[in-house]
């Protein structure tokens, strides 16, 4: 400290009180970054002076302040104007922003927050009286409809498989199809004055509607599931569970890209709709020889992958089924309509899946990067 203050009552000497003053002053406005410019200087100040200043202490004050002033000038005058132009020139703010953090907070508090901000705000819908009644009507008249329907029944129980991948795609994608044309406006105002991060927010979003996107499908298979009388072993009941769970969130991505990409309520309605009906009709249980113009639907319908995989968690190809009327047995894998989906390939599927459910997601994120535009 005492180095720096003899650093800066040399400098006075040098280049007078209000000189030095305005370029100290230039230097604050810049930050603390600038500020250890300053020091830096007054020191290399201090180290080029401190030897004229001992070895002048016998000689009158006039001549130490000619040494000062010659040290200034053949050792820092240069140096210290290069600073200040730096200092004054636009073209640094660029790269000085850059070393100061842009956001006050931490990538992990903005998503605390907005977690919890999520989870308060939709939990209420999500949960609602009318939704939750609507997965109990439907679940139970389903358990009616399909009641104690055994593997003699082959084709009704395929239906019912069909059923889960039909109405669990276009539940979830309603549900996440809204959310952010509604959250439009408050989104592009928080991020214009720079509150947090894009990603922290559509991680937020994300993990926030986890729970309410698993719940009410878990409870719907668990009450249809047993009423329809399908295999009643663990394992097989988990498989479908895992199955079903997977394409809901793949279906929520769906909902996710098409409302980031839309951003009109109304719009994004009838543009998923019609996405979603291509999905069930290309989905291989209403229409099984699909001609070949138009058969590359169904390698990107989410309900074509889940309905195959559904099969694959109740069947196997050596598995068996009553047949012919008489009491004969004929092999599941050689039913008509299985065949022509297949139960092989299931990893295909999985995989399918998988890449839907990353790629619909990033989707989404890049069509919101385009709303609020943090103004710097």
Known sequence: ??????????????????????????AKTKGS???????????????ETTDLSVSSNSEVPGTVKQNLVS???????????SEVHEIDDPSQDGLNDKQVSRWATTWWQEFSVLLIRGVKERKHDSFSGLKIGQVLVVAFLSGLLWWQSDASHIQDQMGLLFFYSGFWGIFPLFQAIFTFPQERRMLGKERSSGMYRLSSYFMSRIVSDLPM????????LTITYWMAGLKGSPGNFFLTLSVLLYSVLVAGGLGLAIGALVLNQRSATITGSVIMLSFLLAGGY??????AFISWVKYISISQYTYKL???????????????????????????????????????????LGIMLVGYRLIAYLALMRIGLAKR
């Not at 040290?71 to 104007?81: P, T």
């Not at 996107?213 to 719907?220: G, K, Q, R, Y």
């Not at 209403?286 to 001609?291: A, E, F, K």
């Not at 309509?337 to 999985?350: C, E, N």
């Open 213 to 220: 996107e698993l719940v009410l499908p878990t409870i719907f």
């Open 71 to 81: 040290a200034y000038k053949s050792n820092l005058a240069n140096k210290l104007k």
């Open 1 to 26: 400290m005492t180095a720096l203050m003899l650093g800066e009552e040399a400098l006075t000497l040098v280049l007078g009180e209000e000189e030095l003053r305005l370029m100290l002053a230039a």
């Open 286 to 291: 209403y229409v099984t020889h699909v001609p």
């Open 310 to 352: 559904l099969l694959g968690s109740q069947y196997k190809p050596g598995d068996t089924y009553t047949c012919g009327g008489a009491g004969g047995v004929c092999l599941v894998g050689d039913y008509p309509a299985i065949k022509k989906v297949g139960l092989d390939d299931q990893v295909l599927g999985i995989v399918a």
């Open 33 to 47: 970054i600038l500020q250890n410019r300053k020091q830096r200087l007054i020191a290399e100040a201090v180290a």
